[in-house]
């Protein structure tokens, strides 16, 4: 299995998908597009996994466009295959009912820096690398990134990264809000399951409902989202009533 251009294992509770194209630094081709869609498919479907990491294989997280394949020459139906490709994995992604960590150990390149902004939240190896490259090589921004990197580091930096093209390393990423915590290389995995399994120790029920709350929250009006959480409330009250009970029983113990 691990020539498979995408990986999927369970390890405890929590569900780990590894682009696995090393040798082209994990970069965009079809394939990985459509092998990345089965195995979200399969993380979304695992009742083992409550919480799920992405990462790549290897030195980089995700390249973004395999500018070598692209430059054999891709029909017009092909471009159109994989913009819709890459846009169902958003959909995908933000449907997927359970949290999801990007652990970025390299270069989260384009499509790459999608991925990983796609996910809930995004924890960095000192020796990252983000950015898009997208006008550099006459494409454009094309999975809802231009939406997400706007409400992670703000309109004016949003379009200086796209506009520019520019690189930035790990720390930087972390000062402008694009990641949530910089971590040694060595220590990337082991920080990612730490934050996945502390997630998995809460309320499957009660983080999904406030993982959707979040997301339509950006979206939604001041009297919408109060309702959106006084049913996400009555929905918990209803259905998680034994995990609230051991919660408090455990608590009160201590």
Same mark, same amino acid.
């Given at each position: 299995?691990?020539?498979?251009?995408?990986? =999927?294992?369970?390890?405890?509770?929590?569900?780990?998908?590894?682009?696995?194209?090393?040798?082209?630094?994990?970069?965009?081709?079809?394939?990985? @597009?459509?092998?990345?869609?089965?195995?979200?498919?399969?993380? $979304?479907?695992?009742?083992?996994?409550?919480?799920?990491? @992405?990462?790549?294989?290897?030195?980089?997280?995700?390249?973004? #466009?395999?500018?070598? &394949?692209?430059?054999?020459?891709?029909?017009?139906?092909?471009?159109?295959? #994989?913009?819709?490709?890459?846009?169902?994995?958003?959909?995908?992604?933000?449907?997927?009912?359970?949290?999801?960590?990007?652990?970025?150990?390299? =270069?989260?390149?384009?499509?790459?820096? &999608?991925?990983?902004?796609?996910?809930?939240?995004?924890?960095?190896?000192?020796?990252?690398?983000?950015?898009?490259?997208?006008?550099?090589?006459?494409?454009?921004?094309?999975?809802?990134?231009?939406?997400?990197?706007?409400? @992670?580091?703000?309109?004016?930096?949003?379009?200086?990264?796209?506009?520019?093209?520019?690189?930035?390393?790990?720390?930087?990423?972390?000062?402008?809000?694009?990641?949530? $915590?910089?971590?040694? @290389?060595?220590?990337?995995?082991?920080?990612?399951?730490?934050?996945?399994?502390?997630?998995?120790?809460?309320?499957?029920?009660?983080?999904?409902?406030?993982?959707?709350?979040?997301?339509?929250?950006? &979206?939604?009006?001041?009297?919408?989202?109060?309702?959106?959480?006084?049913?996400?409330?009555?929905?918990?009250?209803?259905?998680?009533? #034994?995990?609230?009970?051991?919660?408090?029983? &455990?608590?009160?113990? $201590?």
């Amino acid at each position: 299995m691990k020539n498979e251009t995408v990986l =999927y294992h369970c390890k405890k509770n929590v569900g780990i998908i590894t682009l696995n194209r090393p040798h082209r630094l994990n970069a965009i081709n079809i394939d990985l @597009l459509k092998k990345f869609m089965e195995q979200l498919d399969r993380a $979304k479907q695992d009742t083992k996994a409550s919480v799920i990491i @992405l990462t790549g294989a290897g030195n980089a997280f995700c390249a973004g #466009e395999d500018l070598k &394949e692209t430059a054999s020459g891709k029909t017009f139906a092909e471009w159109n295959d #994989e913009a819709e490709r890459l846009q169902e994995i958003q959909r995908m992604i933000m449907k997927l009912g359970k949290p999801i960590i990007a652990a970025v150990p390299g =270069y989260a390149l384009g499509g790459g820096s &999608e991925f990983a902004m796609g996910c809930d939240i995004r924890i960095a190896a000192q020796t990252a690398i983000f950015g898009f490259p997208e006008t550099t090589v006459g494409m454009t921004v094309t999975n809802a990134g231009t939406k997400i990197l706007t409400h @992670l580091v703000g309109l004016g930096k949003a379009k200086e990264l796209v506009l520019t093209g520019d690189f930035i390393d790990a720390s930087e990423a972390l000062r402008i809000g694009l990641v949530n $915590k910089v971590v040694a @290389l060595d220590n990337l995995l082991d920080e990612s399951m730490a934050m996945a399994e502390k997630i998995a120790s809460r309320s499957p029920l009660a983080v999904s409902l406030s993982r959707t709350a979040i997301d339509q929250g950006m &979206e939604s009006g001041f009297d919408q989202i109060l309702e959106l959480e006084k049913s996400h409330l009555l929905i918990c009250a209803q259905n998680g009533t #034994e995990f609230v009970k051991k919660r408090l029983k &455990e608590m009160g113990k $201590k």
